[in-house]
């Protein structure tokens, strides 16, 4: 979710003195912040839960910048945005942090979040909540970003800020594919995060958009988002991380989860309950859109069967267009139509079960039924062959079953008209993933994350 530049004179830019107070250095650093699904909690059904996460899947794709077919030009139909699928709880002011929950996001850089006075505010719990919408008056080291301030300069399509000419301040305006909105100023605060012991670890002057005016489909346990992407106003690019990882627990079991910035300071901190070896795949820079996380993917292979398809057909091409997003806020891997249903026909006729579908219970989803009270059957192996790595998926990573009924079904997606690869975040649980973005390289291994 890339944010549009607002209409603004920002005259307060020929100033030539630009400045800003040091940042604490987070150098050696270890943070950590809880994660939890959007959906936890709210009472949902498993098939509810899926189906959820497969209209999300579909309007997060289609939100992407795209036009047919090539991603990198602004979305010309309106389409639904839908929120991203974990929520991130950061404490924001001093001396007495406030909550806030934002939407984890790779696909974006700002880091903004509801703030009073909220004179247009999406629906939050009423009456609304300090822990959802940030009161800066009640924060000693909460204060404005002045114009000059490099975090307010517009740079290659990354900053979505400019100057307010009545005040002098860093204003932002951020609009989305479905003309959702949000805008207000750039304010600094204290973030307080946990290291891995958990004593708090609090930094100072970190940016973030405080949006007063916020407005479209928006949930009410989101307050904001946090941009995880590769610009500089992201959160791991102000804490000068050199790396940041996740790891996902199964969203049918409602644990939390955890986002790790920073690397641990023990060298086998990554391995910790970790379950099999680190693999690593190059992380590839698209000057077009270069908030995303691309990788090199090379192939798929169903059972035995590795698809027909050329690397070709995955690469990212000159134009910006096609590529192999990486992508926290996509719960299910969305995948060109074309390949989507040769894998679909590969699992059909590898699956030792009849298949089931076109009920309503299941939808348009590729679903197989075994007996009732019958044993787990075992299911054709799914592998994603990336550049030095193969993600060979866990069978809960790509099959959900109702356990009372025996359905089971596929959680990938097709998509018409595109020629991007998304990697969603259902095919990332129980896998400690590591964005090294310090040397350009994507790690991933099988972990316990509910241990993490």
């Given at each position: 979710?890339?944010?549009?530049?607002?209409?603004l004179v920002a005259y307060a830019?020929?100033?030539?003195?630009?400045?800003?107070?040091?940042?604490?250095?987070?150098?050696?650093?270890?943070?950590?912040?809880?994660?939890?699904?959007?959906?936890?909690?709210?009472?949902?059904?498993?098939?509810?839960?899926?189906?959820?996460?497969?209209?999300?899947?579909?309007?997060?794709?289609?939100?992407?910048?795209?036009?047919?077919?090539?991603?990198?030009?602004?979305?010309?139909?309106?389409?639904?945005?839908?929120?991203?699928?974990?929520?991130?709880?950061?404490?924001?002011?001093?001396?007495?942090?406030?909550?806030?929950?934002?939407?984890?996001?790779?696909?974006?850089?700002?880091?903004?979040?509801?703030?009073?006075?909220?004179?247009?505010?999406?629906?939050?719990?009423?009456?609304?909540?300090?822990?959802?919408?940030?009161?800066?008056?009640?924060?000693?080291?909460?204060?404005?970003?002045?114009?000059?301030?490099?975090?307010?300069?517009?740079?290659?399509?990354?900053?979505?800020?400019?100057?307010?000419?009545?005040?002098?301040?860093?204003?932002?305006?951020c609009s989305y594919g479905d003309?959702?909105?949000?805008?207000?100023?750039?304010?600094?605060?204290?973030?307080?995060?946990?290291?891995?012991?958990?004593?708090?670890?609090?930094?100072?002057?970190?940016?973030?958009?405080?949006?007063?005016?916020?407005?479209?489909?928006?949930?009410?346990?989101?307050?904001?988002?946090?941009?995880?992407?590769?610009?500089?106003?992201?959160?791991?690019?102000?804490?000068?991380?050199?790396?940041?990882?996740?790891?996902?627990?199964?969203?049918?079991?409602?644990?939390?989860?955890?986002?790790?910035?920073?690397?641990?300071?023990?060298?086998?901190?990554?391995?910790?309950?970790?379950?099999?070896?680190?693999?690593?795949?190059?992380?590839?820079?698209?000057?077009?859109?270069?908030?995303?996380?691309?990788?090199?993917?090379?192939?798929?292979?169903?059972?035995?069967?590795?698809?027909?398809?050329?690397?070709?057909?995955?690469?990212?091409?000159?134009?910006?267009?096609?590529?192999?997003?990486?992508?926290?806020?996509?719960?299910?891997?969305?995948?060109?139509?074309?390949?989507?249903?040769?894998?679909?026909?590969?699992?059909?006729?590898?699956?030792?079960?009849?298949?089931?579908?076109?009920?309503?219970?299941?939808?348009?989803?590729?679903?197989?039924?075994?007996?009732?009270?019958?044993?787990?059957?075992?299911?054709?192996?799914?592998?994603?062959?990336?550049?030095?790595?193969?993600?060979?998926?866990?069978?809960?990573?790509?099959?959900?079953?109702?356990?009372?009924?025996?359905?089971?079904?596929?959680?990938?997606?097709?998509?018409?008209?595109?020629?991007?690869?998304?990697?969603?975040?259902?095919?990332?649980?129980?896998?400690?993933?590591?964005?090294?973005?310090?040397?350009?390289?994507?790690?991933?291994?099988?972990?316990q994350c509910d241990k993490l």
């Amino acid at each position: 979710m890339n944010c549009s530049m607002p209409g603004l004179v920002a005259y307060a830019l020929f100033f030539t003195l630009l400045f800003t107070a040091p940042a604490t250095s987070t150098a050696g650093l270890t943070m950590r912040a809880d994660l939890t699904h959007v959906d936890k909690g709210r009472g949902f059904t498993r098939w509810e839960l899926v189906s959820r996460m497969a209209a999300r899947s579909r309007a997060r794709a289609a939100s992407l910048y795209h036009r047919g077919g090539h991603y990198g030009d602004p979305v010309t139909a309106t389409v639904v945005r839908m929120p991203a699928e974990y929520l991130i709880h950061l404490n924001i002011g001093t001396p007495r942090p406030q909550r806030v929950a934002l939407t984890m996001d790779t696909g974006s850089d700002l880091v903004w979040t509801q703030c009073t006075p909220c004179h247009v505010c999406f629906d939050q719990p009423s009456p609304i909540s300090f822990l959802l919408v940030f009161d800066g008056s009640m924060s000693s080291t909460f204060k404005a970003v002045a114009c000059p301030d490099p975090i307010c300069r517009p740079s290659s399509g990354v900053s979505v800020s400019a100057c307010a000419m009545e005040n002098f301040q860093c204003f932002y305006l951020c609009s989305y594919g479905d003309r959702s909105i949000t805008a207000g100023h750039i304010f600094k605060d204290t973030f307080t995060f946990m290291s891995p012991n958990g004593v708090p670890v609090a930094v100072s002057e970190l940016a973030f958009g405080c949006g007063d005016y916020n407005t479209g489909l928006f949930v009410s346990n989101e307050s904001g988002i946090a941009g995880f992407g590769r610009g500089p106003q992201s959160l791991p690019s102000q804490l000068k991380v050199g790396r940041f990882s996740y790891c996902l627990t199964l969203v049918t079991e409602s644990k939390s989860s955890v986002v790790i910035l920073g690397t641990p300071p023990d060298p086998d901190g990554l391995r910790a309950h970790t379950t099999g070896p680190f693999q690593s795949t190059p992380i590839i820079y698209n000057p077009l859109i270069p908030t995303f996380y691309y990788l090199s993917l090379e192939g798929i292979t169903v059972g035995k069967t590795r698809l027909p398809f050329d690397k070709s057909v995955f690469a990212l091409k000159k134009d910006g267009s096609g590529g192999t997003v990486i992508d926290s806020g996509t719960s299910l891997t969305t995948l060109p139509e074309a390949v989507f249903e040769l894998l679909q026909e590969e699992l059909v006729a590898q699956f030792p079960l009849p298949r089931y579908d076109n009920t309503p219970e299941v939808g348009d989803r590729l679903c197989f039924r075994r007996p009732k009270g019958g044993k787990q059957v075992p299911v054709p192996k799914l592998i994603l062959h990336l550049a030095g790595a193969d993600m060979d998926l866990p069978r809960d990573n790509y099959f959900v079953e109702e356990p009372d009924s025996g359905v089971m079904c596929l959680q990938i997606n097709g998509a018409e008209d595109t020629t991007m690869v998304l990697i969603g975040n259902f095919q990332q649980q129980n896998m400690h993933v590591v964005y090294d973005v310090e040397n350009n390289k994507l790690l991933f291994a099988p972990a316990q994350c509910d241990k993490l």
